[in-house]
């Protein structure tokens, strides 16, 4: 899988901190003897889903390089080190962005790209992939990698995420509100339990909604990424090499907090919803019609 796993776990540990803190310091007053403060919710509500996800997208950096092992090349003198860099350097000389941090991970084949900033990102390609592919087709995948930077993927990735969260966090404490209040009968000036069970269900069931809808839209990235690379390569035939070579690998176990950021990934049945890669052959397929 590739990047909604980084936001959700991350992003998760984070909301779980804000939560705690907003209780602790009193800071979620929004139900009150008179009602439901739906303003003081919907504030309460985006500073979650929304800190939540800029966080996590401002540690992802920190987050890829501890979680992978991933050693940053970019002054190394090792023939086949320049040669990676230098081709991260060209292709983000011709997307127009920042030179990225460049890395080296152990693994099975897999690469990615992340960072808060096109021009302060990190492109990793892992030993398996350069053992398994001819240069050319690396050559695509660090294309594709590029590409999702220059696209803005990684920026475009935490809006989304942060408006979904908004919408968990806010929905679920409205549904939490209606059940305490209307259905159980709760007249005290506090939330009772119906309220905090409630609460707690609804954000489970809404997060599992919303990480459909965040994987649906990374698929539709990953395309954009791939014809990407066949314009940074200028030819989009090693791009179909490197997919069709990486459907036929074992993309292989990546660390937890990173396997939303790999190129390759093999969900199948009810799992498929949740991934943020298109099948292979549909990536193959969609890059051989593009013009």
Known sequence: MKRIFLFV????????VLGITANVLGLNRFMSANGLNLGQLLGFAALMGFGGAIISLLMSKFVAKRSTGAQVINDSQDPTHVWIVSTVRRFADKAGIGMPEVAIFEGAPNAFATGAFKNSSLV??????LQSMTREEVEAVIGHE?????NGDMVTMTLIQGVMN???VFLSRVVGYVVDRVILRNNSDHPGIGYWVTTVVMDLVLGVLAAIIVAWFSRQREFRADAGAAQLVGNKRPMINALARLGGLDPGEMPKAMQAMGISSRPSGLMALFSTHPPMEERIARLQQAA
Do not use: C, E, K, P
């Not at 990793?124 to 992939?129: D, F, I, R």
């Not at 590029?146 to 220059?150: R, S």
């Open 146 to 150: 590029v590409a999702h930077v220059a």
């Open 166 to 168: 908004t919408f968990v």
């Open 124 to 129: 990793a390609v892992s030993t398996g992939l």
């Open 9 to 16: 776990v991350t992003n998760l540990a984070v909301m779980l």
